[in-house]
Structure formats: C-alpha cells, structure tokens
Nanobody, 112 residues
Framework: QVHVVESGGGLVQPGGSLRLSCVVSGIDFSAYTMGWYRQAPGKVREFVATARRSGEIMYHSSVKGRFTILRDNDKNTVYLQMNSLNIEVTTDYYC??????WGQGTQVTVSS
C-alpha cells in the first residue's frame, strides 16, 4: 500500500519561509518523478515543482527563484523549501509521486 504524507504547512507572515516535507512509502521512490502541486478553492490543481529521477528539476514560473525542491532518495522524502512567501501562495499543497499517488495535502497560509 502506498502512503504519501505531507507536513510542514502552517501560518507564516509575508516574506517568511516554510519547508514542506513529503514522506513516501510503498513504492520505489527513486524510480518516480517527485512533484509538488497546489490547489486553491475553486481552481484547478496546478504544478509547482518537480524533480525527476534524472535530476532534472522544473518550477512553475511564479515560484522560480523562491522555491526549491529537493529529493532525498535515501529517506524516501521530497522537500519544498519556500522562501519570500507572499499572500498569493496561500493554498493547499500536495505531493504526488508520478502524479499517480497523492497525499492529503498540507495547508500553507501567508498572512500578516
């Protein structure tokens, strides 16, 4: 059985930082593209960042330079370091190995 568990969300002031973590079990972690996605109420879920098994990394243009995705294959964990946060990034964030398995999400709220 596959388990995808996100954590690290919370309330942060504008300009602050958060680090999201996603621990995955039940699959060959190293074989999957690891991705972070987000979905605001009433909107389509969108891609935030992905880290391929090859090492190739991609970011949504709105987070490039502020967010960093990092995968640790030894720990079956993928991280999303989020810096210089603004109100617009407030939403739920999801981890999705291979865009096949999804976690329950972790909520990020940026507010003063």
């Amino acid at each position: 059985q596959v388990h995808v568990v996100e954590s690290g969300g919370g309330l942060v002031q504008p300009g602050g930082s958060l680090r999201l973590s996603c621990v995955v079990s039940g699959i060959d972690f190293s074989a999957y593209t690891m991705g972070w996605y987000r979905q605001a109420p009433g909107k389509v879920r969108e891609f935030v960042a992905t880290a391929r098994r090859s090492g190739e990394i991609m970011y949504h243009s709105s987070v490039k330079g502020r967010f960093t995705i990092l995968r640790d294959n030894d720990k079956n964990t993928v991280y999303l370091q989020m810096n210089s946060l603004n109100i617009e990034v407030t939403t739920d964030y999801y981890c999705a190995p291979g865009i096949v398995h999804w976690g329950q999400g972790t909520q990020v709220t940026v507010s003063s």
